[in-house]
């Protein structure tokens, strides 16, 4: 069983009634529907903000919660700065113990990733509503399973390069955009014992998850994140001099 | 189900009673018996040469046999240049496919492993007998699971640096030999749509393969290295504009 | 002094008016005259074909000239296979031993690139003549050095995505074309002591190489590519027990 | 010319006798005495404690030296706490924007490698003496230039994998120590605009920068990191569609 939690900041759908159209179950509402229905998959969502607007306790991640889930799921995009540092820490240590995390369209500044990428993660971008083709550059790759050479999708917002991170491990999407622009759209990463994938699609006014092939990647990405290996805590040992382990 | 088959050259068991004496069913025997009792995985064994010296036709490994292989496990050393071109390309086409491919200790100069990396595969080596102590880097990784920090081989070939491959997509292991030598001792690939393990242990005069941790690595990268994707053919198409693929 | 040899194929200038309009001194003459007036780089230029279409000796890379070169670049499109497998190999030997090699354009399917990358290279291609515009994926790369964040081509031959080649060591150009397709169209990878870089622009109908930014990343690449080491002879050597080296 | 600043955080030399004893002046003394004596280098030190102890304003790196400073090395160890987050990240944002830094020995778990990181940077250690023999691991790399295959530091900390950092985008160094451990030694990464590179040596207790092959690899670790592009600073501009650049 795979432990999902989709966490959201929950803003525009509750601020803007063009995006609640769009998302009337918000963003995590959507990306949970996607998830729902695999029988080894348990999805569970969190969210920054309560229907109020009001911040939720530990930014609606309680330690409780980030213990047992296998893989996060984030969306944020114009409260990044209200989430806790002592928050985005433990996410970003959750991940270096082994948890999973896919990071999703705007969640490139956010702080749990940011912290894990090291770099400004900077880009460019545009509200045009452009058409993205996302081209599959590592057919093998688990994340792209099940889907053909590209697929399109009608309105995005276009991301351009430079995307300031690391050089991806692997790297599974291309994305075109009508408009010129390319963009490392899906990028993986390996960070301690964890895993970390990117997802460009996902503006808060188009409804890209409600996309097949965005929900296959989706649900691929769980697949290929969930842990190896979990660790209770990380440290830096004093050691004592190996001694030979032959196998007896 | 897995369907693995390993294949051997199969010289020094047949004309060195010293080394028959180690692995009297063959070095395939014995990796064999590692990857045996698993429900989900198959075996077959190949050789380059049959028991009276004769070469095998194909070399062992008709395209029939290739096709119906998952994951190809090889061993060679000392005849690698009486391996057939057309099967080493054939071998190094079927990776590029999808098919597996783990190669083992003096496979390193093997046809099929110098095509996949382009270099001269080239390292330093002595037969001392050290004790080689293998680290796990990368202790994330599946082909290290269930394995400790470490475990140790008290006698194996020493290999040393600078080992002449392209960088590892993966680095598993590090070997610190008890001479002075440091090696990459296990390195992943990814080429075409399959995926390439290579692991340093396996000298014929020792009993490496009998070894417990040795064989939970062998399993391990027979399943990291089963196809996620396979392909009939590879090819160069001439393609037409493409169209735009919405969901519907 | 950095010593460049530019290799071209010769055959679509010789036998097709068209072309011979675009560079009637040849492929190689546009690219030694992009590279040429630089006080230290200096140039020569061989072809597989003369100029009455009979075959040069040695596919005009005799083992002196090589010997000679610093940094090779590749031209090839419709005569790959008529260079003889001993020639591709000195090349790829070349560059084990420290040569640096661009491959240009259609190069991507020559025997020296194939044999380096272990892959089978292939591609989807369009004869359109789309605009390709080049983005600067890693504007630090000394190769991207004195670039715009972008510069477009009127027109190229497109290339299109699965590239199946080795993840590059450095991805420096992401091409975008019109019609919908991207490319990684600049690419780098450490071989052995050698360095190759491959460049996507080049197709024989067009100007590309009278551009003034392809002329740019051009003679970038001479200087990225140049040896920073070199060696007589690969080998594989049997070593005596390393003894400590400390400063005295 | 090369603008170095060696950063120190000056404890040991000053509160211990024996350490003292080894770097009389102080460890970036020592430091910069091997990146002396070259006409296109230029050196400054830094401290975070003067020789009273009191930490200096700025943690010794005002805005003003590290906008003047091409190339920060950096060697810290129990005060790592103690430098100001705001300094950490200018160094980071500096580094991002640019500049090399070279981390030294215990300085893998200061702040600004820490967050240029995103990893735990956890390892293990022994203060056995061992003797570390270095192996060069990518001979073509400038980092390596002048050295041989491997050489000896009669007495260093041991250091031990797993070293929980992401995959080095170039490796340089593996260490050998007689006790048994293997570490990745020399390790590059580059990050935004800047290189950096992590080299093991350096216990306070040992002399290892008077080692002459040690003060190689610094030299040769200066040139490499310096920048080749740099920028005022990073930014997530909204920009307009994209117009065709073409050449004129």
Redesign the interface.
């Known amino acids: 069983m795979v432990r999902v939690t989709i966490w959201n900041e929950y803003c525009h759908e509750r601020e803007d009634a063009a995006v609640r159209a769009v998302y009337p179950d918000g963003i995590h509402g959507a990306v949970a529907a996607a998830l729902g229905g695999q029988e080894d998959v348990s999805v569970t969502t969190a969210t920054l903000y309560d229907e109020a607007g009001n911040k939720n306790p530990d930014c609606g991640l309680p330690a409780t919660l980030l213990e047992a889930t296998d893989v996060l799921i984030w969306w944020g995009h114009v409260r990044h700065w209200d989430v806790d540092d002592a928050v985005a820490e433990q996410v970003?240590?959750a991940v270096?113990r082994?948890m999973g995390l896919i990071v999703l369209h705007s969640g490139h500044?956010s702080k749990p990733f940011m912290?894990?990428?090291?770099?400004?993660c900077?880009?460019?971008?545009?509200e045009?509503g452009d058409?993205e083709?996302l081209?599959?550059?590592?057919?093998?790759?688990?994340i792209a399973?099940g889907l053909?050479?590209?697929?399109?999708?009608?309105n995005e917002e276009t991301y351009?390069?430079?995307?300031?991170i690391?050089?991806p491990?692997?790297?599974v999407f291309?994305?075109?955009y009508e408009?010129?622009?390319?963009f490392?759209s899906g990028c993986c990463?390996?960070?301690?014992?964890?895993?970390v994938f990117y997802f460009q699609p996902g503006h808060e006014t188009f409804p890209s998850y409600?996309?097949?092939?965005v929900q296959q990647v989706l649900r691929n990405a769980v697949r290929w994140a969930q842990?190896?290996?979990r660790k209770a805590e990380?440290?830096?040992?004093?050691?004592?001099?190996?001694t030979?382990?032959?196998?007896e």
């Not at 912290?115 to 400004?120: K, P």
């Not at 408009?179 to 390319?182: S, W």
């Not at 030979?244 to 196998?247: L, M, P, R, S, T």
């Open positions: 970003q240590q270096l082994g500044m912290r894990l990428m090291g770099t400004s900077t880009l460019t971008w545009r045009d058409m083709r081209w599959v550059i590592d057919p093998a790759h688990p399973a053909d050479r590209y697929f399109d999708l009608p351009g390069e430079p995307f300031d690391p050089t491990d692997e790297l291309i994305g075109w408009g010129g622009e390319v490392r990463w390996r960070r301690g014992l964890g895993r409600y996309d097949s092939r842990p190896t290996a990380l440290g830096c040992p004093n050691v004592t001099k190996p030979a382990k032959f196998d």
